[in-house]
């Protein structure tokens, strides 16, 4: 059975539903990322599970005990929210006190609990220091030290990074991930950022619309999209509008292309994703074009071309040699089973 379930959850503010009918079922342990865009009802999702929101339907369980009506401090969960919501008036020390004198801890066990924590995060040292005194990757180091402080048995992150940097968000990513794995404490994250939550997620459940529309592991998701929306929004892709041909082809304009297996018919979209397209020389693969675009962007090359096929985004790791400039003609190729077919109408919701 798994730790943390969410049974039929939904919420409607007046006649909106910000989240329709979710259901989830996260092992103990396990790092589970609510993925979508702005306004999908990640943050709704996740105030219900902390008991910050009331469902106007369904049920939160810990460990087989219906959580769904406690309130949020009888739930033991720690919370991490974007904004930190430190105690500005408080030292580091202070605000990760906070919650073990609320449990009752005595003296000793408060020193030792926050020792180990401010190790964990790597704050020795900054305990005397107020919020202010601190760089934004500290406080932020001060809100999870807080949240893990009272080790909570599921640990709660919105949009923990945003307010991050690139390069610091990145190390904090792997960071996080450790400490999480290091503790074994269930998680729940909620992002808009799709590395984010590729890098730490041991499973990615895509929102669209209140809905989870794809529950995957990070590799499943992008390389398995199963809707329209999954395919765009995770990583970048080319879309063609093509009909189906039998079960392992589909044709765009007049062109007849093999394609990952699909038992579609009709009107379909297929997507490449850009990494999975091979830049060759003209002549040597199946798709003439010439370069209109190529832009360097460090560890890769991004071409767009131009093809029979419409325009084509290419991407070249740094490591292979390009010859081709703008203007130039090349020929593309790639791997039939790298051109995925889905249906070209979805659900409304998806
Ligand atoms: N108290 C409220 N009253 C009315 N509508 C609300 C309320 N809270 C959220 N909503 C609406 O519910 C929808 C989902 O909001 P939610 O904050 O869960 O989205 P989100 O996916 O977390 O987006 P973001 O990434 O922008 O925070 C949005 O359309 C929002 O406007």
Not at 153 to 170: C, F, G, I, T
Request: with cysteine; charged share 20%.
């Amino acid at each position: 059975m798994s730790f943390l379930t969410i049974k039929g959850l939904g919420k409607r503010f007046g006649d909106f539903v910000a989240v329709d009918q979710l259901d989830l079922e996260v092992e103990r342990g396990e790092f589970v990322s609510l993925l979508g865009p702005s306004g999908c009802g990640k943050t709704t999702t996740l105030q219900m599970v902390a008991g910050f929101i009331e469902p106007s339907r369904g049920t939160v369980s810990v460990a087989g005990r219906d959580i769904t009506r406690l309130r949020p401090e009888k739930r033991g969960m720690g919370i991490v929210f974007q904004s930190y919501a430190l105690f500005p008036h408080m030292t580091v020390e202070q605000n990760i006190a906070f919650g073990l004198q609320m449990r009752g801890l005595t003296a000793a066990e408060q020193r030792q609990r926050i020792d180990e924590t401010l190790a964990l995060v790597r704050l020795q040292g900054l305990q005397a220091r107020y919020p202010r005194e601190l760089s934004g990757g500290q406080r932020q180091r001060v809100a999870i030290a807080r949240a893990l402080a009272i080790r909570p048995e599921v640990l709660l992150l919105d949009e923990p990074m945003s307010n991050l940097d690139a390069k610091l968000r990145e190390e904090m990513h792997i960071e996080m991930r450790a400490i999480q794995r290091h503790l074994g404490i269930t998680t729940i994250l909620v992002t808009h950022d799709q590395v984010e939550a590729m890098t730490m997620s041991d499973r990615i459940a895509v929102m669209h619309g209140g809905r989870i529309v794809q529950l995957d592991t990070p590799y499943g998701a992008y390389e398995h999209p199963k809707s329209n929306f999954a395919s765009t929004f995770l990583g970048k892709t080319n879309r063609l509008e093509a009909q189906a041909v039998g079960s392992t082809a589909v044709q765009v304009e007049t062109v007849e292309l093999p394609s990952a297996p699909h038992a579609l018919h009709g009107a379909v979209h297929a997507y490449i994703r850009p990494e999975k397209i091979r830049v060759l020389a003209p002549g040597q693969g199946r798709w003439p074009g010439t370069v209109k675009t190529k832009l360097f962007l460090g560890s890769h090359w991004m071409l767009e071309v131009e093809t029979a096929l419409g325009p084509l985004r290419v991407s070249v790791p740094n490591s292979q040699a390009l010859a081709v400039e703008e203007g130039g003609a090349v020929a593309l190729d790639w791997r039939a089973e790298d051109l995925r077919v889905l249906p070209r109408t979805e659900a409304a919701h998806v």
